[in-house]
């Protein structure tokens, strides 16, 4: 059960990863690490269609994590990138090349590798206030550093750093979950009593907060490697290190776990760097900057733009397909709708 809910929350994860892009893509620069990016974002319609997938994927990963260990509900929630690579496959209509398949077969067989070898068990332990203290203060301290770094360098360092301070920080969220989840599990409204229920609503914020940062920083294949493969990793630490949880390790086993955890973040790489993650938005388009038939749905009346902020030529593109408009059109910054696709067209 745990297993299964765990993939739930990594397809809601996957939904959320492409509509959320879509929702801060085309947010100003200078609202980076500032709330006007949330203002920004919440306007929205596609944005808040992600957040609603994003809730469900809490909730799914809160269900899981009331039936299994952090050690091995955390790694199956690396699935959302062979899902993320599905889910544009099939929806958006691209093309899922040798190295999509590549990517998806190391990563699955990496995690069905780890968790067979390693059956992951929960630990006896109950952190005390002293352990959670010293973990909280590791988080923040390496959640402001990586954000830190990522208010310099080029749009493919920042979105990386920014990815992987979300990263820590949702790693963080999911052991407060667990906390809380095992507060539920004696009474459902004790948990607003506690202060696991106010720091994981913190935490969860920040992590979305971060995240959002990454989306708009700079392309998704650099924001994804550290967001999803960092997530796990964390996690396992913190549930050996702060619940005791327990891995077989003895037999050689742990050289196969480490081996299948390699393979696991190795096919995360690819298919984070596959092209077919890099253009969530990008369809095949005529000279006069159109979608073609056959391009990408319109997600809340929104249509495909090329190209990530910071990469100069694809924004041009835009601002010139914008103008291309006749009249109120490109006053209004919208373009004609493809004749054969008849879905309306703007700057998302």
């Excluded at 700079?218 to 949880?245: M, Y």
């Excluded at 096919?267 to 000279?287: H, I, K, M, T």
Aim: charged share 10%; aromatic share 8%.
């Amino acid at each position: 059960m745990a297993y299964l809910l765990a993939v739930g929350a990594a397809l809601a994860n996957a939904l959320t990863t492409i509509l959320q892009r879509l929702g801060v893509r085309e947010a100003p620069a200078a609202a980076s690490m500032h709330l006007r990016l949330l203002a920004y974002a919440v306007r929205r319609k596609v944005w808040l269609v992600g957040f609603a997938m994003m809730v469900a994927g809490f909730g799914f990963q809160a269900a899981a994590l009331h039936y299994g260990p952090l050690s091995s509900v955390q790694p199956v929630l690396t699935l959302e990138l062979p899902l993320l690579v599905a889910i544009l496959g099939l929806w958006f209509r691209l093309a899922i090349t040798w190295r999509e398949w590549a990517g998806a077969l190391l990563g699955a067989g990496g995690l069905a590798v780890f968790l067979v070898v390693a059956a992951p068990r929960p630990g006896p332990r109950v952190p005390g206030l002293a352990a959670w203290g010293v973990v909280s203060l590791l988080v923040v301290a390496v959640c402001a550093a990586t954000a830190g770094l990522a208010q310099f360098g080029s749009p493919q360092w920042r979105a990386a750093l920014f990815g992987a301070s979300a990263a820590v920080m949702f790693a963080f969220t999911a052991s407060l979950i667990r906390l809380v989840m095992l507060d539920a599990s004696h009474r459902w409204d004790g948990i607003f009593v506690h202060w696991p229920f106010y720091a994981m609503s913190g935490a969860g914020l920040a992590g979305v907060f971060l995240a959002q940062n990454a989306f708009h920083a700079g392309p998704v294949t650099a924001s994804q490697p550290t967001l999803v493969i960092l997530d796990p990793l964390v996690s396992l630490g913190i549930g050996i290190g702060l619940f005791g949880d327990q891995l077989q390790t003895g037999g050689g086993r742990g050289a196969i776990e480490s081996v299948a955890l390699l393979l696991l973040c190795v096919g995360g790489f690819v298919l984070a760097r596959s092209p077919v993650v890099a253009d969530l938005r990008r369809a095949d388009r005529p000279s006069g900057g159109l979608p073609a038939a056959g391009g990408l749905p319109a997600a809340g009346g929104l249509a495909p733009v090329h190209g990530d902020r910071g990469q100069g030529g694809s924004r041009v593109r835009w601002r010139r397909a914008r103008t291309a408009g006749r009249g109120g059109d490109a006053a209004r910054g919208t373009v004609p709708a493809s004749p054969t696709s008849g879905a309306p067209c703007g700057p998302g």
